[in-house]
């Protein structure tokens, strides 16, 4: 049993170490869209809603949809960036199967957003800032990467990860100083 154990253990390093990698920050490709997102989230704080900002880059890497956070100007539970991002990408394209495109987001993803991002096929999720809390993409739990599922995205995180990380602890603080919810 320990033996099926260690090498069911082996295969599981191999597969996060094939599918997963940290960047370093200063030579990530990924730097100046992760600016476009962070710009993303700071304007959804203006509704009250948690900074948090999601592109989809097409397979030039060309922005093809951008979307903030809008739970509280919509009352919409599911309005997350991610999920609006795929959302409009998908218009764009014509097509929900986006093959080939890359989600960069500002924290990362959270059950729904991570499943959302391997049922539209992206190629890759890109995101900043660690979410210890919520994250499904290597945090807390780990949906893209999980073997019953059908596709498998490569996951890049840490780009720009101080910066986006500010944002959601600032804005927190921010909401614990003025009693907010």
Known sequence: MFRRWRNCLAREFIWIALYSRRVDDHASPYREAMALAIAEAELATISGDLPIGALVLDESGVVIA????????????????????????????????????????????????????????????????????????????DLPRDRRLNHRPEVVSGVLAEECGNLVRDFMANIRTQGGK
């Open 66 to 141: 951008k979307a903030g956070n809008r739970r509280e100007a919509t009352q919409d539970p599911t309005a997350h960036a991610e999920v609006l991002a795929l959302r409009a990408a998908a218009q764009v394209r014509g097509d929900w199967h986006l093959d080939g495109c890359t989600l960069i987001v500002t924290l990362e993803p959270c059950p729904m957003c991570a499943g959302a991002a391997v049922l539209a096929r992206v190629e890759r999720i890109v995101f900043g800032a660690w979410n210890e809390e919520y994250g499904a993409c290597g945090s807390h739990w």
